[in-house]
């Protein structure tokens, strides 16, 4: 069983950044795909990044220029760096861990308002 805590969410003026935090627990972090969902009201859940545990990266086109996902494999987590951030980008992100199971963490709620 895999557990994933997410982090950094909150509150933010458009133009700024976040970094969101993504913990597991257990032992599998290192060979899993991690990622990262967003799901906006009223919207579908959709995929913003990935990373695979080779550093294969793939992104939403709707962030490539403005949202970098990375892993720290000794911490078990993966982060998602936030600038240059758009009201659109409101939602709740949620982190993913797959490993022949998938798993999600609770979510973490991004704002962003003037």
């Known amino acids: 069983q895999v557990q994933l805590v997410e982090s950094g969410g909150g509150l933010v003026q458009p133009g700024g950044s976040l970094r969101l935090s993504c913990a597991a627990s257990g032992s599998i972090f290192s060979r899993a795909v991690m990622g990262w969902y967003r799901q906006a009201p009223g919207k579908q859940r959709e995929l913003v990044a990935i990373?695979?545990?080779?550093?294969?990266?793939d992104s939403a086109d709707s962030v490539k220029s403005r949202f970098t996902i990375s892993r720290d494999n000794a911490k078990n987590t993966v982060y998602l760096q936030m600038n240059s951030l758009k009201p659109e980008d409101t939602a709740v992100y949620y982190c993913?861990?797959?490993?022949?199971?998938?798993?999600w963490g609770q979510g973490t709620r991004v704002t962003v308002s003037s």
């Open positions: 990373i695979a545990s080779g550093g294969y990266i």
């Open positions: 993913y861990c797959y490993a022949g199971t998938g798993y």
